[in-house]
């Protein structure tokens, strides 16, 4: 089955500064990438998609990155915010034909004041 | 901003009981999923739907659960029998495509089956 990780369950990070995760895949690449924001009692909402043949996506104050090498995703925020605290989920198709998501369980942003 | 609707937000069964959840998708998407997230765990799928069947569904998915897009607007997901197992956050979604399209979530309808 096609796994995802996110190894870092939390991550804590002074206000301004950049927060990096990491989202992990096993087997063949995905086509694509998909990235959600998670706030406590919510759904998950869309931030961003990256596909297997783009190395780099941004959207304001988010980037992802793609290396189908480590079969890595990494997704930044720059100029990070307290309100930029919530869980991000990555999240990939679950396999050839599918349109279903895997989500990783997510890693958990706290950014300090 | 159309957003996808759920009712009710809680839901609390007692094991054995049925129940269905209500989703109201955004009105010009085609696609509409069910995924539950049992609490501290994973998203996890439980079925897509699309011209009126189903499309894909996973192993939780089985013979108790049920959708049903009764009339234009809404897509239900019946359980039949609870279990205390079921107890989850269940969450609707929505998109206008497959694959590169993004899901659109409601804010969920947390399940405790007592």
């Known amino acids: 089955s096609q796994k995802i990780e996110q190894n870092s369950e939390a991550l804590n990070i002074q206000e301004g500064k950049t927060a990096t995760l990491t989202c992990n895949y096993t087997?063949?690449?995905?086509?694509?990438l998909q990235w959600y924001r998670q706030d406590p009692g919510r759904g998950p909402v869309f931030l961003l998609l990256?596909?297997?043949?783009?190395k780099e996506k941004r959207k304001e104050r988010l980037k992802v990155t793609f290396d189908t090498t480590l079969k890595q995703s990494l997704f930044h925020i720059t100029a990070s915010q307290p309100a930029d605290s919530a869980t991000y989920l990555c999240?990939?198709?679950?396999?050839?034909?599918?349109?279903?998501?895997?989500f990783g369980k997510g890693t958990k942003l706290s950014v300090i004041p | 901003e159309p957003e996808v609707t759920q009712t009710p937000s809680h839901q609390v069964t007692q094991m054995g009981q049925e129940v269905i959840l209500r989703c109201v998708p955004i009105?010009?998407?085609?696609?509409f999923y069910w995924y539950r997230q049992i609490l501290g765990q994973k998203v996890e799928f439980l079925v897509s739907?699309?011209?009126?069947?189903?499309?894909?569904k996973s192993e939780i998915f089985d013979d108790q659960f049920s959708v049903e897009r009764p009339d234009g607007s809404n897509f239900t997901l019946k359980i039949r029998s609870t279990k205390l197992e079921d107890s989850a956050m269940y969450f609707c979604?929505?998109?206008?495509?497959?694959?590169?399209?993004?899901?659109?979530f409601g804010n969920g309808t947390r399940l405790t089956v007592t």
């Open positions: 979604a929505s998109s206008s495509g497959t694959g590169l399209s993004p899901l659109h």
């Open positions: 087997n063949y690449s995905p086509a694509y």
């Open positions: 990256i596909r297997e043949n783009e």
């Open positions: 999240a990939r198709s679950a396999g050839a034909g599918s349109y279903q998501l895997t």
């Open positions: 009105s010009n998407h085609l696609y």
């Open positions: 739907f699309y011209n009126n069947e189903i499309s894909e």
